[in-house]
């Protein structure tokens, strides 16, 4: 099984698109890339533009290679409505766009869905389902918070396993900081897991002081009862400048038990770069 994150936070832009292989089936999860509208009171440094259309049109490439899309939800950073031609004669499986969903994400799931029928496209709504590809498998979660509550609305983790090895993506849980969010994960005991660590950057604000020791202990817990041997911290976590002595505790942990945590920058081999966290200071060092 090939893993490859195509755009993610620790690569500049807001994302968790990533693309999976096997020998059966090539499946792309959340092909979508935004930006923060507002970090330290500034708009996007050109810096950051230059990288999401670099990132889109990566993410397009791949989706173009692939047989099947996955949409876990519907906020604009894991999927784009207005490009709806790269998922021509595609299977694709979506986040139920009425159940278990906010007023905000619905709105865009029918705004989503009526743009679809320009183009040939398999759709089925995935949540809490299972597919086979060959010998490759295919498992989504039901649905859970986005975050610390259900104010962002919901959505689905994605497991795939070929035999050889096993990918969990968690999508946005924001750490996880829930026993429901974990749940699935230790179901499943992947060898790599993807996930959306807590919102550290915000933290005291929109992200509480509970829900970050909630998602050390539960990470700790992934770690502990599952053969993980790759965890992949990322998305709302990397907005966070000292994301790494933040997750200290987790680091640690794993490195005790030979699991090897990490961006996923690190784990694709690129540079890491945290344009957003880097707004202030990409706007001091060049004009823009």
Known sequence: MEVKPIAFDSMGVRSMATFVKTSDVAIFIDPGVSLAPK????????????????????IKKYVSESDVAIVTHYHYDHHDPNEV????????????????????????????????????????????????F?????????????????????????????GK??????????????????EFMLEK??????????????????????????????????????????LILDHHLTRDLKWRDKMSEVFEFGKQMGVKVQSAAEFAGVEEELLEARRAELYKKYKN
């Open 165 to 182: 090895g096993s990918l969990l993506f968690s999508s946005d849980v924001e750490g996880p900081n829930h026993k429901e969010q974990l």
């Open 85 to 132: 031609e790269i998922f021509e004669s595609k299977k694709l499986l979506l986040k139920h766009p009425k159940d278990r969903i906010n007023r905000s994400q619905m709105g865009r799931a029918a705004y989503f869905l009526e743009q679809l029928e320009k183009v040939n496209v398999e759709i089925d709504y995935c949540d809490g389902k299972s597919y086979s």
């Open 39 to 58: 970090r330290y009171r500034l708009p996007p440094h050109e810096i950051e533009i230059a990288r999401m259309n670099e990132k889109w049109s990566e």
């Open 189 to 230: 005991n992947a060898e790599t897991v993807i996930i959306d660590g807590p919102m550290t950057y915000m933290l005291g604000y929109r992200f509480s002081q509970k829900s970050f020791q909630s998602s050390i202990e539960n990470l700790k817990k992934l770690i502990e009862k599952t053969d993980v041997k790759n």
């Open 134 to 162: 060959g010998n490759t498998a295919v498992e989504v979660s039901n649905p859970v918070f986005h975050g610390a509550d259900s104010r962002l609305g919901y959505v689905v983790e994605v497991y795939i396993d070929d």
